[in-house]
């Protein structure tokens, strides 16, 4: 995949797989927001398991903010405590709701 064309082309045919179900006009509702959800998904995925074992740690102590310690752990100012990745979703599409 050398030629730029060639790039173009596959990065187009990737965004119409993308869209599926959605019409035009949706796009930017959808697709905006998944592509930032995933980049911030991919940031904090090497410190999801010490951000969760550090909150672990933290639960019904003394430290009511726990927010500057978890942000220390990630190294940037936002951290994500959920259990969910986007591939623990991708891997059991089937059970997540609309």
Same mark, same amino acid.
């Given at each position: 995949? &050398?030629?730029?064309?060639?790039?173009?082309?596959?990065?187009?045919?990737?965004?119409?797989?993308?869209?599926?179900?959605?019409?035009? &006009?949706?796009?930017?509702?959808?697709?905006?927001?998944?592509?930032?959800?995933?980049?911030?998904?991919?940031?904090?995925?090497?410190?999801?398991?010490?951000?969760?074992?550090?909150?672990?740690?933290?639960?019904?102590?003394?430290?009511?903010?726990?927010?500057?310690?978890?942000?220390?752990? @990630?190294?940037?100012?936002?951290?994500?405590?959920?259990?969910? @990745?986007?591939?623990?979703?991708?891997?059991?599409?089937?059970?997540?709701?609309?």
């Amino acid at each position: 995949m &050398n030629d730029f064309g060639e790039k173009v082309s596959f990065i187009w045919s990737v965004a119409d797989l993308l869209r599926g179900p959605y019409r035009p &006009n949706q796009y930017k509702d959808v697709m905006l927001p998944m592509t930032v959800l995933r980049r911030l998904d991919c940031v904090l995925e090497s410190t999801k398991d010490e951000v969760q074992a550090k909150l672990r740690d933290l639960e019904g102590g003394k430290v009511k903010n726990v927010e500057p310690i978890l942000c220390r752990v @990630t190294g940037v100012p936002f951290f994500n405590t959920s259990l969910y @990745t986007f591939e623990k979703l991708k891997g059991d599409h089937e059970h997540i709701a609309a």
